[in-house]
C-alpha cells in the first residue's frame, strides 16, 4: 500500500509540477481584464469538474473579490440545477450550458470551461457558442485534449489522463487564478 500512495503522489507532484506558469498568468489576465471592464465570467463542468467549477467560483466572487475591493462577475453554470434539469428535459442535456450563456453571454465576456475528456458534448458546445458570439474562451482539460482544446482560445493541458490527477491539477489553477488577486490585489487595477 505504501508504494501504491508513494508512486500516486509522485504521479500527481509530476502534474503539478508541469504546470504552465505562462498559460496560468494569460488566465489571470484574462480574469483581471474581464474585472476591470465589467464583464462576466462563466465557468463550467461536470461531475468532479463542476465541483471545480463551483468552488473556483466561490472563491474568486467571493474571497478574491473581498481583498480586491471590486467584485468579479462570476457565475458557475452547473450550480443552477432547476434550470439545467428544464433545458436537459425540454432540449438536450448538450444544452444545460449553451442555453444559459444564450440569456447572459455578451462579446467581451469571459468563459471557462472545465473537462477532463475536453469532449464533454455540453462543454463543447456552450464552448463552441461562446467562440461564435464573441466570448473569451478557455479551457482546462486532461492528456486526451479533446475539442474543447481546439477550441478554446487558450487551453492548459494537464498531460496526464488520470481524473483524480487531472482534476487536482485543474483545482490547483483554479485556486492560482484566484490566490493570484486575493495575495496580489494590486494586481486587479
Known sequence: MNQWITDYL???????????AEGIGQLIQLLRSALQEGRNIFVFGNGGSAAS??????????GASDKV?????????????????A???DYSYEDVFVGQLQNYGQPGDAVLGISVSGNSPN?????QWAKDHGL??????????????????????????HYGR????????????????????????
Open 10 to 20: 509522485k504521479a500527481q507532484k509530476a502534474a503539478i509540477d508541469a504546470l504552465p
Open 53 to 62: 467549477a463551483s468552488h473556483f467560483a466561490t472563491d474568486l466572487g467571493k
Open 69 to 85: 475591493g471590486k467584485r468579479f462577475r462570476v457565475l458557475a453554470l452547473n450550480d443552477n440545477v432547476s434550470w439545467m434539469t
Open 87 to 89: 433545458l436537459a428535459n
Open 123 to 127: 462543454c463543447v458546445k456552450a464552448l
Open 136 to 161: 473569451k474562451t478557455a479551457a482546462l482539460v486532461g492528456g486526451k485534449r479533446g475539442r474543447m482544446a481546439e477550441i478554446a482560445d487558450q487551453a492548459i493541458v494537464i498531460n496526464d489522463t
Open 166 to 189: 487531472v482534476e487536482d491539477a485543474h483545482m490547483t489553477i483554479c485556486h492560482l487564478l484566484c490566490y493570484a488577486f486575493m495575495e496580489n490585489p494590486q494586481w486587479a487595477k
